[in-house]
């Protein structure tokens, strides 16, 4: 509680997960509540399938002013909110829960995220995009992707499920140029590509992890970026890096993806390079 107003009650944010142990939101917020001189709190809470009702309800009752989902919530806390943004309905999955006087509306911030960092070195409109993975990530990505415009959409992934489902919702829902292709051994970028999206789970907690696709067809000029944050630089981005490529590492779409919620949650825009920093300092970057 600041010294400034000892009396007055802190607004309080939170994030549901299991397990979330290790989850870097509230050290990157706290930090970022500070330096803009805003007095909130940020709880990591471990929260059970079972409980997630009973969590949602507590925080409606003691008066947070919204919440994050990770693992495994971000499909199950749909039915318990009264409201999606279209960015959510879309994308079928919540990130972000926010008050509006009485409601919980459910956003998902990914994409948004993952677009804003984008923004920083490249305009998607009319360009040649190719997503590895269908997952929740991907279908993120690619949701926000066919919404700011982009050209073509290929959508690469093993499961032909998954995959299909993926294109058929930016397809049918967004009138997307999209097409998905199985994915099988080393994948071959088509000629032309200008942005590379790895959405897997490749690479995960492991800097040696080879993404299987052909190192040389990643050509200079080509944009290649990687939503895995840790380790921030995989081993797609340092050979698309020896290939002349321009990279994008995960930490930028997971700070971007914090400020939207932070700026919805506080209506103040944060300082992303404190954000950054913050995140830079927990993972030891
Ligand atoms: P999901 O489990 O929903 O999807 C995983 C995807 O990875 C699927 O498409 C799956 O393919 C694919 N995949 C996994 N292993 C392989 C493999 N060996 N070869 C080919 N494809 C593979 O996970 P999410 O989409 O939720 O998360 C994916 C990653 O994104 C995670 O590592 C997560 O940490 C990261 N992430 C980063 C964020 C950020 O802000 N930087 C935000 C959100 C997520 P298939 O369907 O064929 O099984």
Not at 102 to 114: C, R, V
Not at 186 to 192: L, R
Not at 250 to 256: A, E, T, Y
């Amino acid at each position: 509680m600041s010294k400034a107003s000892p009396t007055s009650l802190q607004e309080i944010v939170c994030v549901f997960g299991q397990p979330v142990s290790g989850n870097p939101t509230q050290f990157v917020m706290e930090r970022a509540f500070e330096h803009a001189g805003l007095d909130w709190r940020y709880l990591t809470l471990e929260v059970a399938p079972e409980d997630l009702p009973d969590a949602v309800r507590g925080l409606r009752a003691m008066g947070f002013k919204g919440g994050n989902l990770t693992i495994p919530h971000k499909v199950s806390v749909i039915p318990l909110l009264d409201e999606l943004t279209p960015s959510a309905e879309l994308i079928g999955a919540v990130n972000c829960i926010s008050r509006q006087g009485h409601k919980l509306i459910g956003d998902n911030t990914d994409g948004q995220g993952f677009l804003d960092s984008l923004r920083s070195v490249f305009d998607p409109a009319g360009k040649k995009s190719v997503i590895l993975g269908a997952g929740g990530a991907a279908r993120a990505i690619a949701v926000e992707l066919a919404r700011a415009g982009a050209g073509q959409l290929m959508v690469v992934n093993r499961d032909a499920e998954r995959g299909e489902a993926l294109v058929a919702l930016l397809r049918d829902r967004l009138q997307a140029n999209a097409q998905y292709v199985p994915w099988k051994g080393n994948y071959q970028v088509p000629e032309g590509t200008d942005l590379l999206v790895q959405a897997t789970s490749i690479g995960l907690n492991d800097p040696a992890a080879p993404v299987p696709l052909s190192r040389d067809s990643l050509v200079g000029g080509m944009i290649v970026a990687d939503v895995i944050f840790n380790p921030a630089r995989t081993k797609l981005l340092r050979d698309a890096e020896s290939r002349g490529c321009t990279t994008l590492d995960g930490l930028g779409m997971l700070v971007n993806q914090a400020a939207a919620n932070f700026r919805t949650w506080t209506e103040v825009d944060p300082d992303l390079a404190v954000m950054r920093d913050a995140l830079e300092e927990f993972l030891s970057v």
